[in-house]
């Protein structure tokens, strides 16, 4: 099994694959419990197959039983024009800067030839910074795969808690979120693009796992998978993963305070790990049980 990767691929699929659970068949969701209230955490895939679905009876269950819903960001303010804006203004370069004038010839090359395999034309990202140009180039590769965002998870409970006229809330803005990934290609964007088309060959590999560790629920092949190729970026994984779950905690605990149950849909590369969200609540006081 591949155990190194690089840390964009980690903590793209970290973000926008995360997957959850352990063995014996349970699902990726926990029932967090303390005196003040009760919390459904799941973990999300922010892109899935259609044959995904129907979920688990207990994760429907889950939602059902709850009166509000918790995200990463509002998705509604993800859909905006506003952040459509934000986005494309944080991922193109500033003319007349393009991809094959800020990256090597032979890097440069190796990203057209990348980008014919699956089909998609090199002038399509030309303007991209390197963050946004990989991450388009895997997700291509992925929606080649029948994996699409119209699936994930979080766009499923925000439609049906949309639907339902609950109350939807963010846990950070999509600004921050999309600050973080901008900030990612700065330092050596040669590097980071090598990088980043060696682990693409592994796309389809990698996502199998995920997707099998997923149903069969699998902590420590999440755990893996998801955060192995942070262990030479410990400064990467404390922005991608451990700041931020310190700043969840804080928020889901006094969330928990509520007279309300909510269903919380995060990516489950948070959930592992000594700094993991499932850790941290059992040091708030939560009793944890896998549903």
């Known amino acids: 099994m591949q155990t190194k990767r690089s840390f964009m691929v980690s903590s ?12 014996q068949a349970k699902s990726c969701l926990w029932k967090a419990t303390s005196k003040n209230g009760t919390l459904y955490v799941q973990g999300s895939s ?13 994760i429907e269950a889950a939602y059902s039983n709850s009166t509000a819903l918790v995200l990463e960001v509002d998705m509604a303010e993800m859909m905006s024009p506003k952040t459509q804006q934000l986005i494309m203004g944080k991922a193109m370069l500033a ?36 963050w946004f140009a990989t ?22 409970f925000y439609e049906k808690a949309k639907a339902d006229h609950k109350k939807i809330i963010g846990l950070e803005s999509i600004d921050y979120q999309i600050s973080l990934f901008d900030s990612l290609s700065d330092a050596n964007p040669d590097d980071f693009v090598n990088r980043a088309l060696e682990d693409l060959k592994m796309v389809e590999e990698e996502i199998e ?44 605990a006094k ?15 948070h959930l592992p790990s000594p700094t993991g969200l499932l850790e941290l609540l059992r040091k708030k006081g939560f009793s944890l049980e896998q549903l």
Not at 12 to 23: D, E, Q, R
Not at 46 to 58: D, F, G, I, S
Request: hydrophobic share 45%; aromatic share 8%; glycine share 6%.
């Open 209 to 252: 796992k995920l997707l099998a560790a997923w149903e069969t629920g699998d902590m420590a092949t999440l755990d893996e998978l998801l955060n192995s190729g942070f262990k030479d970026y410990p400064d990467i994984y404390n922005r991608f993963i451990t700041a931020r779950n310190k700043i969840w905690i804080d928020r889901l």
């Open 95 to 130: 003319p007349p800067a393009n991809l094959q004038s800020v990256l090597k010839p032979v890097t440069y090359q190796s990203l057209e030839s990348a980008c014919t395999e699956i089909g998609l034309p090199i002038a399509a990202i030309q303007q991209f910074k390197p």
């Open 46 to 58: 922010h892109v899935l197959k259609a044959e995904n679905y129907p979920l688990a009876p207990a």
């Open 135 to 156: 991450m388009t180039l895997t997700l291509v590769k992925m929606q080649q795969m029948g994996l699409a965002a119209e699936h994930g998870l979080d766009k499923h």
């Open 255 to 269: 969330l928990s305070m509520d007279d309300e149950t909510y269903m919380v849909v995060v990516g489950a590369g």
């Open 12 to 23: 793209f699929l970290a973000l926008a694959l995360s997957l959850a659970g352990v063995a």
